[in-house]
């Protein structure tokens, strides 16, 4: 397990300096640089000159790329331009704006689909899970863009919640907290619908399967409700798919909080990388793409190990390469 | 059933693509002047006296500049004019009453028009990219599956290096890095190459567990004995193997393109502007979110992707049993 685990450390770091020193380099060989961006046209050559300097721009891409890795060797990781403020101190602020939404809609979706999947999954026919297959086969087809723009659409029709934001300029009454919530319903809920379907699918698969099993026949033989058969022997058993999927579930959160944060402009990651491009801010640049790369390392291993705690077999294969978990 | 549905949707989408210079009313950057966000005009049949007409569309008058509303001037009919000037319909009298079958945008430009000559680079964007991802990670697989050994090993690395990359991140950092404006054709072919790298290792990991698992079987083995040659091998019995599996993944990769070029041109990093794509159309609204619940029309390009995805996403159901859902379809249409 130890060996495992030092082997997944060693890729997501890797993962980390290549994503960040790419995103480095090629936002430093973009043509135009941040002092171009800001200033404008209109700049004299003194000024561009004396701003180059004064971020660094004026060394050359290997030079600077050579500063910035041995800065940041020391976890420090540059100055943003256009916010003037340090890398470090920014990124953390926004990537818990993105982690906030990310679980948010992870915790709704695996509360609305993992239900009805078991649903589905263990009654063949009937009326409700009929509807419940289309409903997640439409959702499926509705990519966060598509679904935030729906729910911006319906919002400004009817005002019934913030379409923009994560917080209203002047806190309500009813406190922070609330005002938080309440912006949060609509990316969330832009994120968790798709991710919802995607679930109840997988379960209901999983557990079509699950129910055939001579062990779910045997309880039910001996007289054990169906209700506590399904809801707890057969469902342990059927959650071990769903839990192999996690990857790619945290590699669609990610990825789908992107174009949710533009529409519904959630200051998270995606929001603040976009910035950052536009205004050729390297730095920040940089910071954004290493950032995002630690969220999907991380998220793969959290995936990874709660495979191994539904699935005995996973963690006994594993426990052999070392000590026990 | 489904697949029959399916197919439908993914056939409107291509033939309106295909068709669009001749199915459309106007040319899809005609701009008409006082008609900047107005509604849809709805063919009618019924005048207001209860007589029956043929088609005909009534007049938008504009009564409020400012707030962009407008009233059907109901005292005059406008005629549908069929099959002319080369357009399968128009209006008999198009400088004052454009046929707007899905209203105009805020510089005035016909919706339904744009959106189909959007159809073209959307979907033709999202074609050529899959093609390409297909042809490379066919490539690759067939080569590492055949292979083995260090070249496999390496060659695997590589797309889980690619794979576990935050798509949607690069795709905007490579975008970004090249200069903003770039001729539309420039933009297409850069955008199907970047679209490519990211789709093809999903195509080859698949294509390379086909290929190892079909090299062993008999057939296989027998063709080698009788002393045909390693291309000739992977060419002529090994990659036939796994058209199924790359049918799949084109129907897969497709929607997540789509989304892909919208969700780049939406933020200002895909097409230019004056070029229809669904991504630019949605872009044009993207300033002011609200716009979309004044002039809902304005939408109409992310129903026609929910329309697309949805068919393919129904051929490929109708295609495979229920039990072989993919998960990672979803995890691409977003990514």
Known sequence: ?325 | MTRMLGTALVAIGVTAAAAAPVLAPHAPDERFAGMLDAPPTLPHIVGDDGSWHAPFVYRWRLVNQLEQQYEEDRSQRVPLAWLSQGHVVQSADEANAPLLLLGADSFGRDVFTRLMFGARISLGLAATAALGAVLAGTLLGGLAGYAGGALDDVLMRATDFVMVLPAMYVALALRAVLPLVLTPSEVFFLLAGIFAVVGAPFVARGVRAIVRTERRLEYAVAAEALGATGARLLLRHLLPAARGFVAVEVTLLVPAFIVAEATLSYVGLGFPDPIASWGTMLHDASTNIRVFADFPWLLSPAVAMFLVVLGLNLVLQGDRSAATFAPEALRRTSS
Request: aromatic share 6%; hydrophobic share 55%.
């Open chain 1, 1 to 325: 397990m130890t060996r495992y685990l030092a082997r997944r450390l060693a890729f997501a770091l890797f993962l980390v300096v290549a994503v960040s020193s790419a995103s480095f380099v090629l936002a430093r060989l973009a043509p135009g640089d941040f002092v171009t961006e800001s200033l404008g046209s209109q700049a004299s050559r003194q000024a561009i000159e004396r701003e180059r300097a004064r971020f660094g721009l004026d060394k050359s891409i290997a030079a600077q790329y050579r500063a910035w890795l041995a800065a940041a060797v020391r976890l420090d990781f540059g100055r943003s331009m256009q916010y003037d403020r340090p890398v470090r101190d920014l990124i953390p602020e926004r990537a818990a704006n993105t982690a906030i939404l990310a679980l948010a809609a992870l915790l709704l979706a695996t509360a609305v689909g993992l239900p009805l999947g078991i649903v589905t999954g263990s009654r063949p026919g009937g009326v409700i899970p009929s509807t419940i297959r289309s409903a997640s086969l439409v959702l499926l087809s509705m990519p966060p863009l598509l679904t935030s723009l729906l729910l911006v659409f319906i919002a400004a029709r009817t005002g019934w919640l913030p379409i923009a934001g994560m917080r209203s300029a002047s806190v309500p009454a009813a406190g922070a907290a609330l005002d938080l919530l309440h912006h949060l319903v609509l990316p969330a809920a832009a994120i968790a619908l798709p991710l919802a379907a995607m679930m109840e699918r997988l379960q209901a698969q999983a557990m079509t399967e699950v129910v055939d099993e001579p062990f779910v026949r045997a309880a039910l033989a001996r007289g054990v409700p169906r209700s506590r058969v399904i809801w707890r022997g057969a469902l342990k058993a059927a959650l071990r798919p769903v839990a192999g999927v996690l990857s790619l579930v945290i590699g669609t959160l990610f990825s789908g909080s992107f174009a949710v944060e533009v529409i519904t402009a959630w200051p998270g990651l995606g929001n603040l990388m976009l910035q950052a491009l536009r205004a050729r801010d390297i730095y920040l640049v940089a910071g954004c793409a290493g950032a995002g790369a630690i969220f999907l390392a991380f998220g793969t291993m959290v995936s990874d190990l709660a495979l191994a705690a539904v699935d005995p077999r996973a963690s006994e294969t594993r426990s052999d390469e070392g000590s026990a978990p």
